[in-house]
Nanobody, 128 residues
Framework: EVQLVESGGGLVQTGESLRLSCVASGFTYTDYALGWFRQAPGKGQEAVACIDTTNGRTYYDDSVKGRFIISGDNGKNTVSLQMTSPDPGDTAVYYC?????????????????????WGQGIQVTVSS
């Protein structure tokens, strides 16, 4: 059974860095991707970033490009999201996601239905 467990959320002030981490257990796929989505109150699920674990290629939504950095450790099946210069617009529940293949990842990653596994979510609140 695949499980994704997030950690590192909380309350920070605007501009204060925060790091989210996710451990993926039960992940036995050879080629897979890990990433992050978020959902703010009253809004839909929004793709944040993802990483292709086969080649380390990363993808970012324009809203976080240049501010957030995603990284992965294949040996430990972990993925992290370093959030620098967050602002109140980044306040949301953040979900770690996993996909069991990387085919067409660059086209499909923004669609939440393309991700096979989801964590429980962790709250991130950025105060002004």
């Amino acid at each position: 059974e695949v499980q994704l467990v997030e950690s590192g959320g909380g309350l920070v002030q605007t501009g204060e860095s925060l790091r989210l981490s996710c451990v993926a257990s039960g992940f036995t796929y050879t080629d897979y991707a890990l990433g992050w989505f978020r959902q703010a109150p009253g809004k839909g699920q929004e793709a944040v970033a993802c990483i292709d674990t086969t080649n380390g290629r990363t993808y970012y939504d324009d809203s976080v490009k240049g501010r957030f950095i995603i990284s992965g450790d294949n040996g430990k099946n972990t993925v992290s999201l370093q959030m620098t210069s967050p602002d109140p617009g980044d306040t949301a529940v953040y979900y770690c996601v996993g996909r069991s293949e990387v085919l067409l990842l660059h086209k499909l990653w923004l669609n939440p239905s393309q991700w096979d596994f989801w964590g429980q979510g962790i709250q991130v609140t950025v105060s002004s």
